[in-house]
């Protein structure tokens, strides 16, 4: 099997900083396409922002300048660094990832998107 967890969100003032971590575990073989989601109250979840398992990235609009998207191949782990948060920044964010893993033992790996748990961002103004 395999399971994304993510880590680091809390509750911070406006233009504080957080770090996401997003760990994946499990037998992977190979990580493609990571990105970071985030769902507001009432709102439908949307795309933070992305990056390639070669490192080409892509951001919302809303996030561009002030969030970095970043991974380590090696600890299977995609980063959300997020500057000058804004309280239209809460929202609970969640990790996706294209994973090539091993279903269980004696299965045939398979590609497969996974989902975080989701981590609570909250920004006070």
């Known amino acids: 099997q395999a399971q994304l967890v993510e880590s680091g969100g809390g509750l911070v003032q406006a233009g504080g900083s957080l770090r996401l971590s997003c760990a994946a575990s499990?037998?992977?073989?190979?990580?493609?396409?990571m990105a970071w989601y985030r769902q507001a109250p009432g709102k439908q979840r949307e795309l933070v922002a992305g990056?390639?398992?070669?490192?080409?990235?892509n951001y919302a609009d809303s996030v561009k300048g002030r969030f970095t998207i970043s991974r380590d191949n090696a600890k299977k782990t995609v980063y959300l660094q997020m500057n000058r948060l804004k309280p239209e920044d809460t929202a609970v964010y969640s990790c996706?990832?294209?994973?090539?893993?091993?279903?269980?033992?004696?299965?045939?790996?398979?590609?497969?998107?996974?989902w975080g748990q989701g981590t609570q961002v909250t920004v006070s103004s």
């Open positions: 499990g037998n992977i073989f190979k990580l493609d396409d």
């Open positions: 990056i390639t398992n070669v490192g080409t990235t």
């Open positions: 996706n990832a294209h994973l090539y893993y091993l279903p269980y033992s004696g299965a045939i790996p398979r590609w497969e998107q996974f």
